[in-house]
């Protein structure tokens, strides 16, 4: 085998693995930091009226940047019958508006709603809010309630409630957000969207393990502050991880009248790459320098026999 050869093959698979592993090209470290926030929430109809549709807008930012729409990753709804997200989410300011719609809802009916989205960007902290609110037809009925918070990786404590200055369409936001009954879980694994609800059997066993304590508040965020809350979440509960786990937080969130609303969100972060895990990555490489080596072992035993010849 000619040693031009040798130098491009072996230029070739050192290009792929700094590529796989890369961590100073922005796009895969962003990528690789990104935080991924599923919100729950069950809505009670509050309004006095039947409602039929409903809204969800949510924002978010890294690193203290303006805020923007998140990626959506999917929207359900668990009951009742016939309700569902309405495609396509559309942007509308600095947020992605989310519909559901279905059948007439009475006053005192309640639905659990849910939005999964990524929340991009290389550097925290990452910061979602997601303002929800009863529609008739298309128009709003009461008011608009908010839940949001700020996640960070390198600052403790690496999580707290989070209110913005600035409301979706970018008009000020002069609401408090009042959050109740704190209590924090950790799952083994991602658990898919359509099961996390408080009604779900893997969220009740989750949230009733956890030493984490519940801590009844009430805690009010004032318009553009990330509030921490005490006690501290319990040393058990571990940041999320790539591969594996994630955090939960449950609770309740107040609206302007009082009326409280349950909610579950689920905190957990990108995999090393799009899919593939860090072990699943170190596999890839190791994989990579295998094949490597069997076809320079193959050509040069080639390369003997044709010498032999």
């Not at 965020?221 to 509960?237: D, N, Q, V, Y």
């Not at 594996?244 to 909610?263: A, H, I, M, P, S």
């Amino acid at each position: 085998m000619r040693p031009s050869r040798i130098v491009l093959a072996l230029a070739t698979s050192i290009a792929v693995v700094t590529a796989l592993l890369g961590q100073s090209a922005p796009a895969f470290a962003q990528w690789r930091n990104t935080r991924f926030h599923a919100y729950h929430v069950k809505e009670v109809n509050n309004t006095g009226g039947n409602v039929n549709d409903n809204h969800f807008r949510i924002m978010c930012r890294s690193g203290g940047g303006n805020w923007m729409p998140p990626i959506l990753l999917g929207a359900f709804v668990l009951r009742p019958a016939g309700w569902g997200f309405a495609a396509p989410a559309v942007v509308v300011g600095n947020a992605l508006e989310v519909t559901f719609e279905g059948p007439v809802i009475a006053p005192g009916e309640d639905t659990w709603k849910n939005v999964h989205i990524r929340v991009p960007g290389e550097d925290g902290p990452w910061e979602s809010v997601a303002w929800f609110q009863w529609t008739l037809d298309g128009q709003p009925v009461g008011g608009e309630t908010a839940l949001g918070f700020c996640v960070s990786s390198t600052t403790s404590p690496p999580l707290k409630i989070g209110n913005p200055s600035e409301r979706p369409d970018g008009s000020t936001n002069t609401s408090n957000m009042v959050v109740r009954n704190l209590k924090f879980a950790q799952s083994p694994e991602h658990i898919p969207n359509d099961q996390l609800t408080l009604e779900d059997p893997t969220a009740i066993a989750l949230f009733a393990a956890s030493p984490d304590p519940v801590r009844a508040g009430p805690f009010t965020a004032t318009p553009g502050t990330c509030l921490e809350f005490s006690p501290a979440i319990h040393s058990s509960i571990l940041p999320p991880q790539g591969f594996g786990r994630t955090v939960l937080v449950k609770g309740t969130v107040e609206d302007g009248v009082g009326n409280q609303y349950d909610f579950v969100v689920q905190f957990s972060q990108a995999t090393i790459m799009p899919g593939i895990s860090t072990p699943g990555m170190i596999v890839l490489v190791v994989l990579l320098l295998a094949v490597t080596a069997v076809w320079f072992a193959r050509t040069r035993g080639r390369k003997t026999a044709d010498a032999v010849m």
